[in-house]
Each structure stands twice: as structure tokens, then as C-alpha cells.
């Protein structure tokens, strides 16, 4: 059986920023992003193509938006001090992407449909994580006994 290390004396949540599983994600959200755009490109309008790249960019650069501001207040956690972090950030955030998908919409920049769809390109990198993690699980048949 492995041994569970004591976490008593240490931070709440391991902070890290070079962690492999973010840095799987945001691959595979780039990469979700990219093939979306690039099959799109010669088959459907040019406002669907758009709205994907416009979506999957929001969708990444949120993503990265929320690591760093979910470490930044795990880190003040951490060191026993209160968090700086308020919930107007979190709130803007959102409000900073409604505004930038409102104004490319009623521009007629972008399909609205097309930009959610690229703002979900979280989906598919969770989905290319469970399947990596099932096969790992296979192959190396990983079995608590």
C-alpha cells in the first residue's frame, strides 16, 4: 500500500505552478482550440471560424486568469495571512468576457453560437485527461491491494 505523506505542518493544497496536469489541460484546451478553428476555416463562415478563435482565446486566457488567482490565494492561505483575493476580481473577470463576446456579437464579428462553443474548449481537454488517466490505468493496471 503507499504511504499517505502528513500534510499537518504544510500548506492546505500544493502550490505549484509547473504542475503537469495544468500544464496537460491548457495544452489540450490549445489544442481543442486550434483543430476547432482549423477545420472550421475552409467549411463554414468566416463568423463561425471567428467566434471559435474568439471563444477558445476568452477560454484560455480565462483559464489562466484562474489558476493564478486560485494559487495566488491558496498561497496567502498558506502563510496564514487573509486572503487579498476579493470577489470583485472573480466577478470581473466574467464581466471582462460577457462585454468582449457582447461587442464582437453586435458588431456582427462573430457567431454567438460558434463563441460559446470555444469558450467550452475546457470539455474536451477534460475529456482527453480521463481518457490519458483510463489508459494509464490500463497499462500499467493500477490496482490498490
Known sequence: MKQIADNA??????????????????RSMAVAVALAV??????????I?????LGGLLSLMNHHWLTTSTAAAFSVLAHGAKPKL????YVLRYLFVAA????????????????IAGLCSFVPALFVE????????????????
Open 86 to 89: 476579493k470577489l470583485a476580481q
Open 38 to 47: 482549423v477545420v472550421s476555416a475552409p467549411f463554414a463562415p468566416w463568423r
Open 130 to 145: 480521463a481518457l490519458r488517466e483510463f489508459y494509464l490505468a490500463i497499462v500499467h493496471r493500477e490496482e490498490t491491494n
Open 9 to 26: 505542518g504544510g500548506a492546505l493544497a500544493p502550490i505549484t505552478t509547473e504542475d503537469g496536469l495544468g500544464r496537460r489541460i491548457l
Open 100 to 115: 468582449v463576446v457582447y461587442f464582437a456579437y453586435k458588431l456582427r464579428l462573430v457567431s454567438l453560437g460558434a463563441t
Open 49 to 53: 471560424t471567428g467566434g471559435l478563435l
